[in-house]
């Protein structure tokens, strides 16, 4: 008799348009599995915030595979050792999955699977859930590729589902796991969630989207706020761009700014699948500067202080200082802000991004590892291939929060400085009185500090040999933008917010 056909869940945390669902129903009684690795909650890029949401997105596909017929097996340890265990305990002889583009540990960790796969003779089927292609030779017609995935229709949850029941481990409390963080505003997790923001936002909030996208007090309304339940994937991409396009429709020609937000949330799940993509193509960006040149540019061993005043929001910059004390409170930035406070951790603080980035990592409740480090070195100047981009924390301050609004609210110490001077507190007659006391003096000199960087950053470029691996890079991890391609041109990916 054949076993049940195993269908193990990842970051795919929900049964309608569940390509790896279908197919494991086609193929035998199915087996749902959750595999709660401890060893991947270990590491530096995980957190609190995440696992918390993480539990609220398997309570919901618990409830949504019981209403389909299948029991949820959730197990606590090694994948491979868990996948075993359910072999021989099933017979199982077919393995069915998402294609996963994670982080270092989750590659290694499919690539031992894929090695005890082999060794038992268990075919295990891996299937494309987004625009990402596995073992890309080139990037030419890769849009028109990711273009047809989410025009095809949407998959059902499958009929007639039937598979066999197995015991669940109880899942591990957040301290056990040395999960420590809290984040009070955090957004909820699961498949309910996620439909009503999606749904929020095309109907009600997302009206000024494209105005208000780079302010983080009004993006935190305006924007789609879907991210998180894409990385966990309570919601399939394919199901956002297919509702987003039946917005568009529906708003097209019209004046009150809908039309023109709904063509950029478009343009962003876009950009989303793109910058997946440079991940899928070269791993080893977690680890290494896309661009060689830039190798040991920034010291190696970070300024413990500098890090530390950045991570928690002390720099002495105001407006960078909230945007961090937001982020560890909400869980969530608007992406200019995210741009923002990563330009000024690598380029004012000089400190390398495989030490900033991964503070930022577990701070994102949304942390999606394709895009986060794509980012990460982008923002850093050291994939070769993207404008350098220095951002001036003040000006900032001043163009994103006119009012100051945003500002006082995550830096209440800054309450007795006058308007005019609370992006610049060291400039104000009264600076005495509160500098050095209730909040910091600044790390550095703004102008001095990115001249400095920007001279050292462009030296660089200006090395023999240094044009032409970038043009290597652009072949191999650049857009092809075309008349009809949907994406924004290569300056404006500052503005990739949902």
């Known amino acids: 008799m054949t076993g049940p056909v195993i269908c193990w869940f990842k970051r795919d945390l929900r049964i309608a348009d569940h390509p790896a669902l279908h197919m494991a129903a086609g193929l035998g ?158 957004q909820k997790g699961g498949r309910r969630a996620g439909q009503a923001t999606l749904q929020s936002f095309l109907h009600d909030r997302g009206q000024t ?129 995210r741009s923002m406070v990563m330009a000024v951790a690598s380029y004012h603080l000089w400190l390398d991004w495989k030490a900033t980035g991964p503070v930022l990592a577990r701070l994102f409740t949304d942390y999606e590892p394709g895009i986060h480090w794509s980012q990460v070195q982008m923002q850093s100047g050291t994939t070769g291939m993207n404008t350098i981009r220095i951002y001036n924390p003040v000006k900032q301050g001043h163009d994103q929060d006119p009012t100051g609004a945003f500002t006082r609210h995550w830096l209440p110490e800054l309450a007795d400085v006058p308007d005019a001077y609370l992006q610049t507190p060291w400039a104000w007659g009264g600076a005495g009185r509160l500098l050095g006391r209730r909040y910091p003096e600044p790390l550095v000199d703004v102008a001095r500090a990115a001249k400095t960087a920007r001279e050292q950053v462009w030296a660089v470029r200006r090395r023999e040999g240094f044009r032409e691996t970038a043009r290597d890079l652009v072949a191999r991890h650049g857009s092809r933008k075309g008349r009809r391609d949907p994406m924004p041109a290569p300056d404006r990916q500052m503005s990739f917010d949902f």
Request: charged letters at 25%.
């Open 209 to 337: 989207y494209r105005r208000a996208m780079s302010s983080p007090l009004e993006g935190a309304q305006a924007c789609s706020r879907i991210s998180p339940h894409l990385a966990f994937g309570t919601l399939s991409v394919r199901e956002a761009v297919q509702a987003g396009a039946a917005r568009a429709a529906a708003v097209k020609g019209g004046r009150d700014g809908w039309s023109g937000s709904m063509r950029s949330f478009q343009s962003r799940l876009a950009w989303r699948d793109h910058f997946m993509q440079k991940l899928e193509d070269e791993p080893a960006l977690e680890y290494r500067c896309l661009h060689p040149a830039y190798e040991g540019l920034r010291p190696q061993t970070p300024d413990a202080t500098r890090l530390q005043a950045w991570s928690k929001g002390e720099t002495g910059l105001p407006f960078v200082d909230a945007c961090m004390r937001s982020l560890a409170a909400t869980g969530w930035l608007n992406f200019r802000m």
């Open 29 to 186: 009684p199915v087996l749902p599995v959750y595999i709660l690795e401890p060893e991947l909650w270990r590491q530096d890029d995980a957190s609190g915030r995440q696992y918390a949401f993480l539990t609220e997105c398997l309570t919901d596909l618990r409830e949504d595979l019981a209403r389909a017929g299948l029991s949820l097996v959730l197990r606590v340890g090694d994948a491979v050792e868990v996948l075993d265990d359910l072999r021989r305990s099933f017979g199982a002889a077919h393995l069915v999955s998402h294609e996963e583009t994670g982080n270092g540990w989750t590659y290694a960790r499919d690539r031992r699977v894929a090695g005890w796969a082999r060794s038992q003779g268990v075919v295990w089927h891996e299937v494309p859930q987004c625009g990402v292609v596995r073992r890309l030779a080139t990037r030419d017609r890769w849009q028109s590729g990711r273009d047809g995935f989410m025009r095809a229709p949407q998959l059902g949850v499958p009929v007639g589902l039937h598979g066999v029941e197995a015991p669940s481990d109880d899942l591990p409390d957040a301290m056990a796991l040395g999960l420590k963080d809290s984040c009070p505003q955090r």
